[in-house]
């Protein structure tokens, strides 16, 4: 089975009986709770203090947040737990899914850094409150990150006092490790330092927010700060703080494919039980189109967030692959699942606004998602640079295998000087798109080959017309993007053993996005006419097959019915 379902645990392979456990754990720890309490809380809205008391009993951020030498013996980071830990808290809500978002956030540049004390210090702070927080955006300055007005002033006895402000900063109202990323006021280098939520000098004044979750706006008064509560400073906290976002939003995708798994059973069990005009709704041709498009694109999303997660675990040196398809998990998964979530609103229709719905808080709380850790222009942009390597200049790697092991991802905490990320080489995309002779994956081909010409007809003078044209950066960013989420489908498939008929009833939507994109490079002011040939190419229709179709709705949607719904 594709998708999460806690009433029907899927076992994910774990290497060590503590991983399953913790899922386990919190699964029966929300159904436990129940969706009327949730709900309740969700309206009121309450902080989630009762998953923070849960979170410390459990011991749950110990074991996932901590790499390998730190906490109890045995411990391991592994990417590939925290995937679904993040799914499984997102399938229940965003203010839980974000609680533990951010105290990642928080923790990881403690583990980043080079001060070795301060590590073991919050390994022990973590113990007694596992909330951590992220103290990076600020009012005046919101996503330029080259700006701050926290400060560090040095004082005669060496040590420092802070002061300055931050904004949208989440768990800071109960976190004892916040890493608040600043200047030293009279050399302007970049600093990291941990301060806490409950000393006196600092102030939380407000959540910026009306939710369940604190996003919130603190001030640090001439907080004592000493050698022993900094992490890094220089480059180093520069580095430390982009390889930090690297890491977490990952999360942002497995995060949006909970959320919009919940509201899939929601939606498919509504409407499998409405009669309209003598009519299952589930009969109506245009919602089994709706179903199957839902369907397919949120297991796409799964299958691409999965195999990512082998990328980001295998990462070294050699081997940054991930720094394209982590950006892809975070911007594309995310916004599929809006795509996802319109689509399933369109069959529930005035359902989607009940207040007693899951659905009604996931179409508010999953707006903010793509949002998260950089805007979709911001990840495009990065992304482009990947482009002519990743067409053009493939390189040999050994093959990753599904990565479900006890392995610490020891790279992602020593990912270095965040430099050289248009050299990153990638392996032939097209290897892997042979593999498989589906129609609509050869059609997808023909597209890809259209692209291609676009590119090489464009020349260098590419980059130049994408970075005076955010617009047209979005369009040829797209359609790049599109291609590399479709290789490690096909890759992902293979190892879940997903059936032709379903894969190829995937590929249908991903003909009809590229075409989609195509379109919309055609028509834009800048487009040459060398690259209006070549978008015109990539206008393609997908293979449509009756019996397929039906296949997979019956086979693989429709079977679905009253799965899951959540303890009252």
Same mark, same amino acid.
């Given at each position: 089975?594709?998708?999460?379902?806690?009433?029907?645990?899927?076992?994910?392979?774990?290497p060590?009986e503590?991983s399953?456990?913790?899922?386990l754990?919190?699964i029966?720890?929300?159904?436990?709770?129940?969706?009327?309490?949730?709900?309740?809380?969700?309206?009121?809205?309450e902080?989630?203090?009762?998953f923070?008391d849960?979170?410390?009993?459990?011991?749950?951020?110990?074991t996932l947040?901590l790499?390998?030498?730190?906490?109890?013996?045995?411990?391991y980071?592994s990417?590939?737990?925290?995937f679904?830990?993040?799914?499984?808290?997102?399938?229940?809500?965003?203010?839980?899914w974000?609680?533990?978002?951010?105290?990642?956030?928080?923790?990881?540049?403690?583990?980043?850094?080079d001060?070795?004390?301060?590590?073991?210090?919050?390994?022990?702070?973590?113990?007694?409150?596992?909330?951590?927080?992220?103290?990076?955006?600020?009012?005046?300055?919101?996503a330029?990150?080259?700006?701050?007005?926290?400060k560090?002033?040095r004082?005669?006895?060496?040590?420092?006092?802070?002061?300055?402000?931050k904004?949208?900063?989440?768990n800071?109202?109960?976190?004892?490790?916040?890493?608040?990323f600043?200047?030293i006021?009279?050399t302007?280098?970049y600093v990291?330092?941990?301060?806490?939520?409950?000393?006196?000098?600092?102030?939380c004044?407000?959540?910026v927010?009306?939710?369940?979750?604190?996003?919130?706006?603190?001030?640090?008064?001439?907080?004592p700060?000493?050698?022993?509560?900094?992490?890094?400073?220089?480059p180093?906290?520069?580095?430390?703080?982009?390889?930090?976002?690297?890491?977490?939003?990952?999360?942002?995708?497995s995060?949006?494919?909970?959320?919009?798994?919940?509201?899939?059973?929601?939606?498919?069990?509504?409407?499998?039980?409405r009669?309209?005009?003598?009519?299952?709704?589930?009969?109506?041709?245009?919602?089994?189109?709706?179903f199957?498009d839902?369907?397919?694109?949120?297991?796409?999303?799964k299958?691409?967030?999965?195999?990512?997660t082998?990328?980001m675990r295998a990462?070294?040196?050699?081997?940054?692959?991930?720094?394209?398809?982590?950006?892809?998990?975070?911007m594309k998964?995310?916004?599929?699942?809006?795509v996802?979530?319109?689509?399933?609103?369109?069959?529930?229709a005035?359902?989607?606004?009940?207040?007693?719905?899951?659905?009604?808080?996931a179409?508010?709380?999953?707006?903010?998602?793509?949002?998260?850790?950089?805007t979709?222009?911001?990840?495009?942009?990065?992304?482009a640079k990947?482009?002519?390597?990743?067409?053009?200049?493939?390189?040999?790697?050994?093959?990753i295998?599904? =990565?479900?092991?006890?392995?610490?991802? #020891?790279?992602l /905490?020593?990912? $270095?000087?965040?430099?050289?990320?248009?050299? +990153?080489?990638f392996h032939?995309?097209?290897?892997?798109?042979?593999?498989?002779e589906?129609?609509?994956?050869?059609?997808?081909?023909d597209?890809?080959?259209?692209?291609?010409?676009?590119?090489?007809?464009?020349?260098m003078? =590419?980059g130049?017309?994408?970075?005076? #044209?955010?617009? /047209?950066l979005? $369009?040829?960013?797209?359609i790049?993007?599109? +291609?590399?989420?479709?290789?490690?489908i096909?890759?992902?498939?293979?190892?879940?053993?997903?059936?032709?008929?379903?894969?190829?009833?995937?590929f249908?939507?991903?003909?009809r996005?590229?075409?989609?994109?195509?379109?919309? =490079?055609?028509?834009?002011?800048?487009?040459?006419?060398?690259?209006?040939?070549?978008c015109?190419?990539?206008?393609?229709?997908?293979?449509?097959?009756?019996?397929r179709?039906?296949?997979?709705?019956?086979?693989h949607?429709?079977?679905?019915?009253?799965?899951y719904?959540?303890?009252?």
């Amino acid at each position: 089975m594709l998708l999460l379902n806690p009433k029907n645990y899927q076992e994910r392979n774990y290497p060590d009986e503590r991983s399953r456990e913790i899922m386990l754990k919190t699964i029966e720890w929300f159904e436990n709770k129940g969706h009327k309490k949730m709900k309740e809380d969700f309206l009121t809205p309450e902080f989630t203090y009762d998953f923070a008391d849960f979170i410390k009993r459990e011991k749950i951020f110990e074991t996932l947040f901590l790499p390998e030498g730190y906490g109890d013996k045995g411990q391991y980071y592994s990417t590939y737990r925290m995937f679904e830990f993040s799914e499984i808290c997102g399938f229940y809500g965003s203010a839980y899914w974000y609680m533990y978002h951010v105290s990642t956030l928080g923790l990881d540049p403690v583990f980043l850094g080079d001060n070795e004390a301060l590590k073991h210090r919050a390994v022990e702070v973590l113990k007694g409150n596992p909330l951590c927080a992220f103290g990076l955006s600020e009012k005046e300055h919101g996503a330029d990150i080259y700006s701050s007005d926290m400060k560090l002033y040095r004082q005669a006895d060496g040590t420092y006092l802070a002061k300055g402000s931050k904004y949208y900063i989440g768990n800071a109202n109960e976190a004892s490790t916040i890493t608040v990323f600043g200047k030293i006021a009279d050399t302007d280098e970049y600093v990291f330092f941990v301060v806490d939520s409950k000393h006196e000098k600092f102030e939380c004044i407000k959540n910026v927010i009306h939710a369940q979750n604190f996003v919130a706006e603190f001030a640090l008064h001439d907080y004592p700060i000493t050698d022993a509560d900094i992490s890094s400073r220089g480059p180093k906290a520069w580095d430390d703080m982009l390889n930090t976002i690297n890491i977490c939003k990952f999360n942002i995708g497995s995060g949006a494919i909970g959320i919009v798994t919940h509201s899939f059973y929601e939606a498919l069990n509504h409407a499998s039980k409405r009669n309209l005009y003598g009519k299952y709704v589930t009969e109506f041709p245009h919602v089994k189109q709706l179903f199957v498009d839902s369907f397919c694109r949120l297991g796409a999303m799964k299958l691409f967030g999965l195999r990512a997660t082998d990328y980001m675990r295998a990462a070294s040196a050699d081997d940054k692959r991930y720094l394209l398809y982590n950006p892809i998990m975070k911007m594309k998964v995310a916004i599929q699942g809006e795509v996802v979530h319109e689509l399933l609103w369109d069959i529930i229709a005035a359902k989607g606004f009940e207040k007693d719905t899951y659905f009604s808080q996931a179409v508010f709380e999953l707006k903010g998602f793509p949002k998260l850790e950089g805007t979709r222009h911001v990840n495009m942009a990065l992304i482009a640079k990947l482009i002519p390597n990743y067409m053009f200049n493939p390189k040999e790697y050994p093959e990753i295998p599904r =990565l479900t092991g006890n392995e610490n991802d #020891d790279y992602l /905490f020593n990912q $270095g000087p965040t430099r050289g990320y248009a050299k +990153i080489q990638f392996h032939d995309f097209r290897k892997t798109y042979a593999t498989k002779e589906l129609p609509n994956i050869e059609i997808f081909k023909d597209q890809i080959k259209a692209y291609e010409e676009f590119l090489i007809g464009s020349g260098m003078a =590419l980059g130049e017309q994408m970075m005076n #044209d955010f617009a /047209f950066l979005l $369009g040829v960013g797209e359609i790049f993007t599109l +291609i590399a989420y479709g290789q490690l489908i096909i890759e992902s498939a293979a190892m879940e053993n997903i059936d032709d008929d379903l894969l190829d009833q995937m590929f249908d939507f991903m003909v009809r996005d590229f075409s989609a994109y195509g379109v919309d =490079l055609l028509g834009m002011p800048t487009t040459t006419e060398v690259q209006q040939s070549a978008c015109q190419k990539m206008i393609k229709r997908p293979f449509a097959n009756a019996a397929r179709f039906e296949k997979v709705l019956k086979d693989h949607v429709y079977s679905l019915v009253d799965t899951y719904a959540m303890t009252e």
